[in-house]
């Protein structure tokens, strides 16, 4: 698949996919299996990976409300990043979620797992994100 919107994040190595889903509850469970087979063709483990975009694609569908692109992007030999671009101008903003709360999360987990940056556009914004380095 083609791209479709310029790269946020810099450089491509090797494979890029891309897709746009459409603002409903399935979009995240189908942006992971996208993740997962890019991860899988490139040769990278997907957990972690797979895990935050379901976030950023769940965060999408409910702040956002708009259709997504996610894009899966081999930046170097055997490393990935994943960009998701959504038509909202608002920003990403961490939320306060008490200890019950089944929301609010999603943030907080890009932040402890990933190395992220949000870039706005002039029709929204795109999200990158690649996997912190476990030791």
Not at 5 to 15: R, V
Not at 59 to 85: F, K
Not at 92 to 104: F, I, L
Request: glycine share 6%; charged share 25%.
């Amino acid at each position: 698949m083609q791209p479709t919107h310029e790269h946020a994040c810099g450089k491509t190595a090797g494979l890029t996919v891309s897709r746009r889903f459409s603002p409903e509850p399935r979009a995240a469970a189908m942006a992971r299996r996208l993740v997962r087979l890019a991860c899988v063709a490139i040769g990278v483990d997907a957990e972690v990976l797979e895990l935050l975009v379901s976030e950023a694609v769940s965060n999408s569908v409910v702040h956002a409300g708009t259709d997504c692109v996610v894009t899966c992007v081999e930046w170097e030999p055997g490393r990935i990043r994943v960009e998701v671009l959504d038509y909202s101008p608002e920003l990403p903003a961490q939320q306060d979620s008490g200890a019950e709360s089944e929301h609010g999360r999603g943030l907080l987990l890009i932040n402890e797992l990933a190395h992220h940056h949000v870039e706005e556009r002039a029709n929204g914004k795109v999200l990158c994100f690649t996997p912190k380095e476990v030791v």
